[in-house]
């Protein structure tokens, strides 16, 4: 992309995160420095588990398009190549690039996404490992809407929540002129910096996913929702 990316943010998701950045310098390396972010969040759906399952396993039908803005290109049966954006400070940008796959379902019910290489692409300057977790789980519906919006919308009394974790490390050859900045400033720009693009992405893809859903199966969805 030849510009910032900005997304939008649905306000009404919350998050857990935590950052921490280790630095390690071989010669093999070049001086990566290594970003680190566990993220948890919960994206509701206002319809029984069994229902979300099966829509979450026809993503083919509309990953790509709720991931939009980023551009997005299927990888085989379950995997995707998104470009998420471009991204940086002091003169230095990234375009952020990576191969993720969906992995279905095991036994206890346990989402997976993973990284996977992307055909014919090196990611110039930078690392990318991408772990996540996510659990379909009941939970009770005037836990985020109020009785009287309940009742209006129709909604039903237990709705299905979308539970998800993630663990991200970024790593970063910077060049030289970078690499003589104090240490100190580098660590709080990049971590406000893959906060950003992590928050970003994330109510982004949640909110659009929450609203294509609920059109395709014509379904009440509250707009304003209390916070978890």
Known sequence: MARHQTLEMDKNLISDVYLSTTEVDTSETNKIT????KYSDCMELYVD?????????????????????MKVEPIG???YDLLIGKFGSFGYHVEARVGLELVPPDSAGIYRIRNI?????TPPGYEIKFQSEMKLVELP??????QKEIQKLGLPSVITGAKWDL???VGVKFPEFIQKMPPGLIQKTGNNLLLKI???VSRCLSHKTQIDFHTTYNLPFPKYRKRK
């Open 34 to 37: 290594w970003f680190k972010t």
């Open 49 to 69: 588990v069994e229902t979300v399952a099966k829509h979450f396993a026809s993503h083919r039908n509309w990953f790509c398009q709720c991931a939009h803005p």
């Open 77 to 79: 049966e379950n995997g």
């Open 117 to 121: 290489k992307v055909p014919n692409y």
């Open 141 to 146: 519906t005037d836990q985020f809407c109020s």
């Open 167 to 169: 663990d991200l490390t």
């Open 198 to 200: 992590v928050r970003q």
